[in-house]
């Protein structure tokens, strides 16, 4: 018999298949939501424990509220939900295809799936909803809408938070502020790149804590401080490398 029942939305992501196996293999019943359920049957089937995966229309938020009512009341609810849905698009030429993109996923459904669980956690009395963000929302970068919209998720989790202070709930409300993996990887720098089941790791560690806020791994902390404190003039050409001479 399974300890709890947490729900993943945005299981398709490497980094939710390894929360789902680590908390499959704590005994943990899954609930998994993802925009096509056949893309991970193969991987559903591999888990140790209770799984179970649904459809999720996260571009269609009035969609997505339906499907998380529908799933939670047939699952009498959830002890923890994980938010992992995002998408980040860059194109110097600016398309405005891109930001609308972002906007949907990243804000429009982000927000829908996160009021709607957590009102659901009010009517169950407790829960813990925690939300894959960025420390890319620390401050504005040259993929705008992207930048943007994790700050708009840092600062809508406060607000859940500070609702469930005011009607005095044990509901935690979990912002994980990762670090720039797919800049790590494409710098190759064994610094700020940890295995994927490491960051995993980190995160449940969290959120057993019942943390507020964490960075993963810890040591994008430093970096997300120094992105804040940076001057302007530093932070606005870091980006931009000097053209080559002859070049
Ligand atoms: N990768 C990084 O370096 C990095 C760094 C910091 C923070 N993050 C954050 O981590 C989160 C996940 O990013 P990731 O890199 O793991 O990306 P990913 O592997 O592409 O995962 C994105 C998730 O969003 C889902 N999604 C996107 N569009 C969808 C739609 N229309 N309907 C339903 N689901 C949709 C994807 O599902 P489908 O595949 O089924 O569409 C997938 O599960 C994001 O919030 C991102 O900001 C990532």
Not at 20 to 35: E, K, Y
Not at 125 to 152: T, W
Not at 182 to 199: E, F, G, M, W, Y
């Amino acid at each position: 018999m399974s300890v709890a029942t947490a729900m993943i939305i945005g299981a398709s992501s490497t980094l939710s298949q390894a929360l789902a196996r680590q908390l499959s293999a704590q005994n943990v019943s899954l609930v998994l939501f993802v925009n096509d359920p056949d893309a991970i049957y193969a991987f559903s089937q591999s888990l140790a424990g209770e799984v179970s995966v649904y459809p999720l229309a996260i571009n269609q938020p009035q969609m997505a509220i339906s499907q998380l009512n529908e799933a939670w009341e047939k699952h009498n609810g959830a002890h923890l939900v994980i938010v992992n849905t995002g998408v980040n698009e860059y194109d110097p030429s600016l398309p405005w295809s891109i930001d609308q993109h972002t906007i949907d996923i990243n804000v429009m459904g982000f927000a829908a799936a996160s009021q709607c669980i957590f009102k659901l956690m009010c009517e169950q009395g407790y829960g813990q909803l925690a939300a894959i963000n960025s420390i890319a929302g620390q401050r504005g970068g040259p993929n705008m809408a992207y930048h943007a919209s994790k700050a708009f998720a840092a600062n809508y989790l406060q607000g859940l938070s500070m609702h469930a202070q005011r009607l005095k709930l044990p509901i935690t409300i979990t912002d994980i502020q990762l670090g720039l993996f797919d800049k790590a990887v494409h710098l190759r720098t064994q610094l700020l790149l940890s295995p994927i089941d490491n960051v995993a790791g980190q995160i449940l560690t969290a959120l057993k804590k019942g943390k507020r806020r964490v960075y993963v791994t810890k040591r994008w902390r430093i970096v997300a401080w120094i992105n804040r404190v940076l001057p302007e003039y530093i932070y606005n050409t870091r980006h931009w490398k000097p053209k080559k001479k002859g070049g």
